[in-house]
């Protein structure tokens, strides 16, 4: 009896590790990358503590993205805490094909400017360093950025999210003006619609 019930346990364990196992697989597996780490001090009565400033995106490649900031006196809790931060403030970008983006964005926060195009297949990720790590944690592979008026990789992710923002899907637009999505976009049998007229349009 003894060796049955000792069975039966073991099988039990056995059940409830594979149910874990099979929660872990279908939670979203998030990847991150820690963009920027500065030293930052406070002055205080007795002088100066210093700590640490970590800035982490965060995203699942299929479509959504965050980014958050920490502080802390040592470097693996500052990107803990900007790891959590991000988390907490994902967004979904809607992407063309999975691969793009639906039409050419320009983003603004303080004094950084960003403009984002779409590309072709192949092209690649072309934009700098804070830019990438977003877009690689978003998923595109295919996109030509450029950053404008600063190199602070703050205000450059910030902007690059001000303008991801904006972006509107094909969907989206034909949704909120109570159409199709074929009567939007053009026919085949004609030229194709320019960049502009399309940002606009989803404006």
């Known amino acids: 009896m003894a060796r049955e019930d000792d069975r039966r346990g073991g099988q039990g364990g056995r059940d409830r590790g594979d149910r874990r196992d099979r929660r872990e697989r279908e939670e979203p597996e998030f990847q991150d990358r820690l963009v920027a780490i500065n030293r930052v001090s406070k002055t205080v009565k007795g002088g100066k503590r210093f700590g640490f400033a970590a800035l982490v995106v965060v995203g699942d490649q299929k479509g959504r993205v965050g980014y958050g900031s920490g502080k802390a006196r040592e470097v693996p809790e500052a990107i803990r805490k900007a790891t959590e931060e991000a988390k907490r403030a994902m967004i979904r970008v809607p992407l063309r094909e999975g691969r793009t983006l639906h039409h050419d964005i320009e983003g603004r926060h303080g004094a950084g400017k960003v403009v984002m195009r779409t590309a072709p297949a192949g092209t690649g990720i072309i ?41 509107t899907s094909p969907r989206q637009v034909a949704s909120r003006r109570g159409k199709k999505v074929s009567d939007i976009l053009p026919r085949r049998d004609e030229a194709p619609m320019d960049v502009e007229s399309e940002a606009a349009m989803a404006e």
């Open 127 to 167: 934009a700098g360093g804070p830019m990438r790590a977003v877009f690689e944690m978003l998923g595109v592979q295919d996109v030509v950025a450029k950053s404008i008026g600063t190199q602070n990789p703050y205000n450059m992710v910030r902007a690059t999210f001000s303008g991801l923002g904006r972006e």
